[in-house]
């Protein structure tokens, strides 16, 4: 979260989460979730699906948290098999709005959760912080 993720950098690449009902960069929303080409994440920025990272912030925390061990490149990280979804909810510069965020946050819980309910939940809780808040 944060910035976005580098998503051609080799120590992410092999960690970076997948979003299997969505083909990347087909304009359409495959997997009906209202986001659409949403297959490493999202940008709550831009409203989209890029999620490259432009300030380093998010690259960094990403290296720390999954860099891939063993693989001759750099370091390891301190949970190296850690799947990085990529949310970005900061711009180029680092700022961000507090919507953005929750946003994020709610996107990643409902798209990681298996239970039903708490998706419901969750969904319910987002959708009522966004009506009553503005950016």
């Given at each position: ?114 239970n039903a309910q708490n ?17």
């Amino acid at each position: 979260m944060y910035s976005g993720c580098p998503l051609e950098h080799p120590d992410l690449m092999p960690n970076l989460w997948v979003n299997e009902g969505e083909i990347p960069d087909n304009g359409i929303d495959d997997d009906g979730n209202g986001f659409v080409d949403d297959y490493h994440g999202y940008n709550f920025v831009g409203g989209n699906a890029n999620v490259q990272d432009d300030n380093g912030h998010g690259s960094h925390v990403a290296g720390i948290l999954s860099s891939v061990a063993n693989n001759n490149f750099a370091i390891a990280g301190l949970a190296p098999s850690t799947k990085v979804m990529c949310l970005k909810f900061m711009d180029e510069t680092g700022l961000g709005y507090q919507s953005d965020a929750i946003s994020a946050i709610g996107y990643a819980i409902i798209r990681l959760s298996d239970n039903a309910q708490n998706t419901e939940l969750w969904r319910r809780v987002i959708e009522s912080y966004m009506q009553n808040t503005s950016g």
